[in-house]
């Protein structure tokens, strides 16, 4: 078993900055790619980012290419989102996950779920 915690989430005026945070316990960090996911209400969970297990490979969705950065402190057995320049439209609660090694976009893929954190940008 994983246990996932994101944390940093909050209410943000369009423009501003986040970095939001996922606490990893229970088996090695470092065997699991973690991934950003979000849902906004009314709306499918979407894929935002996600990273190998060693933080050598990326992936993201188009719509937040060059806004988030994630990144992995596997010392600290820690996931980040760093999300830049928000917009009202990146209001979602967003979720972190993992999944064995390899950083895939779909959240089917994905077998260990945090309970989310909510992102509220406005306008």
């Known amino acids: 078993q994983v246990q996932l915690v994101e944390s940093g989430g909050g209410l943000v005026q369009a423009g501003e900055s986040l970095r939001l945070s996922c606490a990893a316990s229970g088996r090695t960090f470092s065997n699991y790619a973690m991934g950003w996911f979000r849902q906004a209400p009314g709306k499918e969970r979407e894929f935002v980012a996600a990273i190998n297990w060693s933080g050598g490979s990326t992936r993201y969705a188009d719509s937040v290419k060059g806004q988030f950065t994630i990144s992995r402190d596997n010392a600290k057995n820690t996931v980040y989102l760093q999300m830049n320049t928000l917009k009202p439209e990146d209001t979602a609660v967003y979720y972190c996950?993992?999944?064995?090694?390899?950083?895939?976009?779909?959240?089917?893929?994905?077998?260990?779920w945090g309970q989310g954190t909510q992102v509220t940008v406005a306008s």
């Open positions: 996950a993992a999944r064995r090694l390899v950083a895939l976009t779909q959240a089917r893929d994905y077998e260990y």
